[in-house]
C-alpha cells in the first residue's frame, strides 16, 4: 500500500453515514431491471486525478502528490495510488492518455518504452483488482510539438508522429480489453484562418480517423472508436465543433457507421447547447456512444471540468441515454477535476464520491420518469396528427398534390399549446 490515503476503506452505500460514503449511489441496487453500477459505468480520468498539477492560468503547481516528477519510480507509485483509489471508490472503470501515465522520453522509442512498462503494470492490477479500462486515448495537444495541430498540422512529421502514437496507444488499449478508444482533437483546428488551410487540414483529418478504424480492424480491436465534440479551447475554432459537425465529418468520411461520440457536458455548453440536446441529438443519429460527466462555471464561461452537482441537470442527461437504451460499450467518465485549492487526499475521494451520488440520483428521476411515461405520453400526443394514413402519405406526396389538398379540405390549422411549463412542473416532481 501506498499510504497516500491513509487508512481510507472502500466507500460503502450508507445514506447515513458521517464521513466520505454514497448516500445515493447503491452499486447493486437494481434500476429498470439492471443494476445501478452496470447503467452508469463510472469511470475515473487519469489525469485530472493524478497528472494535474493545480495549475490555472495565473497560477502553476498547488498539489504536492509524491509521484510528480518525470522519472519512472514517480509513473509506478502515481499507479499504484490510481488503483489504491479506484478500489476506494468502487470505480468500475478508468480512463487515461499516454502522457499521463509516463514521463517523456528523449524520442520517441522511449517515450514508448516507458508508456509500455506502465501499461504492463496495468495489465497486472487490472487483473488483481478487476478494474476496467473504459477508454485509452492519445495526447496530442499538450507538447509543443502540436501546437499547431495533430493530424492537421502543416507539418507532415506531426501528422507522422501523431499516428505513431495513437496507433501506440490503441495497441495499448487493446491489449488492456478497453471498451472504447477515444480521439479528442484539442489542436485538430485553427487559431486564425490567415494561416490556415482548412480544406486540407479536413482531408488530412479524415484519411487520419480512416487510418485509425483500418487499424482497428486490422487487429480486431472489439472496442468504439469515439470522438469527442468541443467547439473551441485551446484553439479559437475546433473542427469537430459538435455532435452535428462531427456527424457530418463522419459522412463525409464515410465513417458514419464505424465511428460514435464521447460527448462532454461541459463542451456542449460552450458549443451553446444543453448537454441533453446533444445527447439526443446523437441518439438520433445513432452515434450516442459515452459521456465525459462534469460542469461548467456558467458565470465564467470557461470549459472548467468541475465535478458535476446539479441533480435536475444530470437526471435529464441520463433521461436521453436511458431513452437510447443505455450505455453499450459506453460509460460515465468523470472528466472532473478539483479546484486547485482542494489539496488534500480525501477530497479527491469526496469529489468522486459525491459526483457519483449525483449521477445515482440523476439516474433514479430519469428511470422513473421513463417508466411513469410521464414526458412521453405528452410528446406523442403532441405528435399524434403524424400517425394518421393522411400525414403519413403526405410526407411521400409532392408539393402540387399537398396544395390541392389544402385547397379542396380547406385545411386551416389551429395552434394547439406546447405546455412547455406543465413539462418543467413534471421534470420538477422526479428530480
Ligand atoms: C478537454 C477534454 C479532454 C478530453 C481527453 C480525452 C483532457 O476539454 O475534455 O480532457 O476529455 O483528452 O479525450
Ligand atoms: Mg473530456
Redesign the pocket.
Known amino acids: 500500500m501506498s499510504q497516500f490515503f491513509g487508512d481510507m476503506t472502500p466507500l460503502t452505500f450508507n445514506p447515513d453515514a458521517d464521513g466520505p460514503a454514497f448516500r445515493h449511489y447503491n452499486p447493486e441496487e437494481v434500476v429498470l431491471g439492471k443494476k445501478m453500477k452496470d447503467h452508469l459505468r463510472f469511470a475515473v480520468?487519469y489525469?485530472?486525478s493524478f497528472a494535474w498539477p493545480g495549475g490555472d492560468p495565473f497560477g502553476g503547481q498547488t498539489f504536492d502528490r509524491p509521484w510528480f516528477g518525470e522519472t519512472m519510480e514517480g509513473a509506478r507509485l502515481k499507479a499504484e495510488v490510481a488503483f489504491e483509489m479506484f478500489q476506494i471508490l468502487g470505480a468500475p472503470y478508468f480512463?487515461f492518455?499516454d502522457a499521463d501515465i509516463r514521463p517523456e522520453g528523449a524520442d520517441f522509442a522511449e517515450s514508448r518504452r516507458n508508456f509500455e512498462e506502465i501499461i504492463d503494470i496495468f495489465g497486472e492490477k487490472m487483473s488483481q483488482t478487476g478494474v476496467g479500462l473504459l477508454w485509452g486515448?492519445a495526447?496530442l495537444?499538450s507538447h509543443r510539438r502540436f501546437m499547431s495541430g495533430a493530424a492537421t498540422n502543416p507539418d507532415p512529421d506531426v501528422f507522422a508522429w501523431s499516428a505513431a502514437t495513437v496507433k501506440t496507444c490503441l495497441d495499448a488499449t487493446h491489449k488492456l480489453g478497453g471498451e472504447n478508444y477515444?480521439?479528442?482533437g484539442?489542436r485538430e483546428g485553427y487559431e486564425t484562418l490567415l494561416n490556415t488551410d482548412m480544406g486540407a487540414e479536413l482531408d488530412h483529418m479524415g484519411r487520419f480517423l480512416s487510418m485509425v478504424v483500418d487499424y482497428k480492424h486490422k487487429i480486431g480491436f472489439k472496442g468504439t472508436i469515439l470522438i469527442?465534440p468541443?467547439p473551441q479551447?485551446p484553439t479559437k475554432h475546433q473542427y469537430d465543433y459538435d455532435v452535428a459537425t462531427v456527424y457530418s465529418n463522419l459522412q463525409r468520411f464515410g465513417l458514419e457507421k464505424e465511428v460514435k461520440l464521447?460527448i462532454?457536458q461541459?463542451?456542449a455548453i460552450l458549443a451553446g447547447h444543453s448537454f441533453e440536446h446533444e445527447l439526443a441529438l446523437a441518439r438520433e443519429l445513432g452515434v450516442l456512444g459515452s459521456i465525459?460527466m462534469n460542469r461548467n462555471d456558467y458565470q465564467s464561461g470557461w470549459?472548467t471540468?468541475q465535478f458535476p452537482n446539479n441533480v435536475p441537470e444530470v437526471a435529464l442527461a441520463y433521461y436521453e441515454i436511458l431513452k437510447a437504451g443505455g450505455f453499450e460499450t459506453g460509460g460515465t467518465n468523470f472528466?472532473s477535476k478539483l479546484r486547485r485549492q482542494s489539496l488534500d487526499p480525501s477530497d479527491l475521494i469526496e469529489a468522486h464520491a459525491g459526483a457519483m451520488d449525483v449521477c445515482a440520483r440523476g439516474l433514479k428521476a430519469a428511470a422513473k420518469m421513463l417508466e411513469d411515461d410521464a414526458l412521453e405520453a405528452e410528446r406523442r400526443a403532441r405528435y399524434a396528427g403524424w400517425e394518421t394514413p393522411e400525414a403519413q402519405a403526405m410526407l411521400g406526396s409532392d408539393l402540387e398534390s399537398i396544395t390541392e389538398r389544402v385547397l379542396a379540405e380547406g385545411i386551416n390549422p389551429e395552434p394547439r399549446s406546447g405546455r412547455q411549463e406543465k413539462l418543467e412542473n413534471i421534470v420538477n416532481r422526479y428530480v
Request: contains cysteine; hydrophobic residues 25%.
Open positions: 480520468a489525469w485530472h480512463c492518455h486515448t495526447n495537444f477515444v480521439l479528442w484539442g469527442e468541443k479551447e464521447n462532454e461541459g463542451h465525459d470549459d471540468d472528466d
